[in-house]
């Protein structure tokens, strides 16, 4: 199984809303990442977890909450976000340094 | 973060020919490099990689280049076809898990 899943694939939240984004992988990888994409931009890093720890923030904003319960889970809570906050949110993993990653299919986030 | 740029933000190829896609990265401690093809509607797809201790790779259909001494990268796919159409991404790894993504390349293939 070489596949990351991503659920939901779509979601329409308000500015006053709290909703969160999966990311599951059974690949045995220790390195999960998500990543923020906007319209005809490349992907940019928010956060990294190895071994389930948090070892890179890339200075996200505080309404954006990570969470990774074990090797296989990934989450990104999300609170009191802003309209500029609709993008693609995209998850991969990885072995741990340097290794390919593998990306999920992404969450369409919309912002109202 | 450090950027890693792209010359060309489109590319438009006949099928059957050669493409070539070009990266310049600008962190000299980079020690990996990806490329990825992302089609519309999905997340990045694996294509090739290339570790700084090696200059050229080769894949099924796609090499890359590597020049650390001007800090460059390419890609490069023989007899491109309509499923080649794209957006090219190359990502460097300055550090651990750092992935940083280029500007990206939207290659349309002519049939």
């Known amino acids: 199984d070489t596949e990351v899943t991503q659920t939901p694939k779509h979601l329409v939240m308000g500015m006053t809303n709290k909703k969160s984004l999966k990311c599951e992988q059974h690949?045995?990888?220790?390195?999960m990442y998500w990543y923020k994409q906007k319209a005809k931009k490349p992907p940019e890093l928010m956060f990294v977890?190895?071994?389930?720890?948090?070892?890179i923030n890339e200075s996200v904003p505080s309404r954006f909450s990570p969470e990774c319960p074990n090797s296989s889970l990934l989450n990104l809570h999300l609170h009191a976000l802003q309209p500029e906050d609709s993008a693609l949110y995209l998850c991969?993993?990885?072995?741990?340094?340097?290794?390919?990653?593998?990306f999920g299919p992404g969450t369409r986030l919309t912002v109202t | 973060g450090e950027s890693v740029g792209l010359h060309l933000p489109t590319l438009s190829v006949q099928e059957g020919d050669n493409s070539i896609i070009n990266c310049a990265y600008s962190?000299?401690?980079?020690?990996?490099f990806i490329w990825y093809k992302q089609e519309s509607g999905k997340g990045p797809q694996f294509i090739i990689d290339?570790?700084?201790?090696?200059d050229k790779r080769q894949g099924q259909r796609v090499t890359v280049l590597l020049n650390k001494t001007v800090k460059h990268l390419s890609l490069q796919i023989a007899a491109t076809q309509p499923g080649d159409s794209a957006v090219y991404f190359c990502?460097?790894?300055?550090?651990?898990?750092?992935?940083?993504f280029g500007t990206g390349t939207s290659l349309t293939v002519i049939p």
């Open positions: 991969a993993s990885s072995k741990p340094y340097s290794d390919e990653q593998y």
């Open positions: 690949m045995g990888h220790r390195a």
């Open positions: 977890y190895s071994y389930e720890k948090l070892s």
């Open positions: 962190n000299s401690a980079s020690d990996y």
């Open positions: 290339i570790r700084s201790n090696m």
């Open positions: 990502a460097e790894n300055k550090a651990g898990n750092q992935f940083y």
